[in-house]
């Protein structure tokens, strides 16, 4: 009489099966990864040695009377009741486990302690994720530190290892165009013009008079204006 006790889980590979004599056979000689349970029965000579040694529940780990269960993991096994979760010892029973080095763990005691958690929130991050200053975030923690929009996918700049959309960082951060006034943030390869104290966006960098514009051309500035060449001739005539 046989049963196989780990559910399917997917990160760990374990498989779930029904099984019977045969099928606990080739597993055994494969070296599966399934833990199978069964049942001493009478006729049935078997070697028998609990892994817990002196820790056994039983109280003598080579002792497994008829009609006891036993539980068998690649080479090793366990009586049914010294299968346990190896942090809150609670016996794996017909729930799922994860195995780990020579440990084996419940799903929730395996989530607890190696499980990715999302920096912001501290929760176990399931699926997907973003990573940023090599730290974990859930998608919907991943936010704009000002304004608290999502920025998983989106364009987005730091400042303080803090991360900010670009709209929260050019109006709070960014230099201010002098024609214009609005940030000229640098983000997506924005260009732009910095002369002594002011700057300006590419596009607005132009003639006060003319409105040619002035990018790689020499210039004057006319007070707080800014000229070409040809207006500032035509100024002094």
Same mark, same amino acid.
């Given at each position: 009489?046989? !049963? ?14 029904? %099984? ?140 303080? !290892? ?52 002035? %990018? ?22």
């Amino acid at each position: 009489m046989a !049963d196989v006790l780990s559910d399917q889980l997917k990160r760990m590979n374990l498989q779930t099966k029904t %099984v019977g004599e045969d099928r606990i056979r080739r597993a055994k000689e494969r070296n599966e990864d399934v833990a199978i349970l069964s049942m001493q029965i009478p006729g049935e000579k078997t070697r028998f040695k609990c892994c817990l040694g002196v820790a056994c529940l039983q109280g003598n780990p080579t002792s497994l009377p008829l009609g006891t269960k036993k539980m068998e993991y690649k080479t090793r096994q366990w009586h049914e009741k010294c299968f346990c979760c190896c942090v809150c010892k609670v016996p794996i029973g017909t729930q799922s486990f994860i195995p780990r080095e020579q440990e084996i763990y419940c799903a929730k005691c395996y989530e607890e302690k190696f499980a990715t958690r999302c920096i912001k929130c501290n929760k176990v991050i399931t699926s997907g994720g973003v990573t940023y200053k090599n730290e974990p975030w859930h998608r919907e923690c991943f936010t704009c530190t000002h304004c608290q929009r999502s920025l998983a996918g989106e364009r987005f700049t730091s400042r303080d !290892d803090k991360p900010y959309c670009a709209e929260c960082f050019g109006e709070l951060f960014a230099k201010r165009c002098t024609a214009c006034s609005k940030p000229i943030t640098g983000i997506g390869g924005t260009k732009f013009i910095s002369f002594e104290d002011r700057h300006w966006h590419n596009d607005c960098f132009f003639c006060a008079s003319c409105r040619t514009s002035l %990018v790689g051309r020499g210039f004057i500035t006319d007070q707080e204006d800014i000229i070409c060449p040809d207006c500032a001739k035509a100024k002094l005539m």
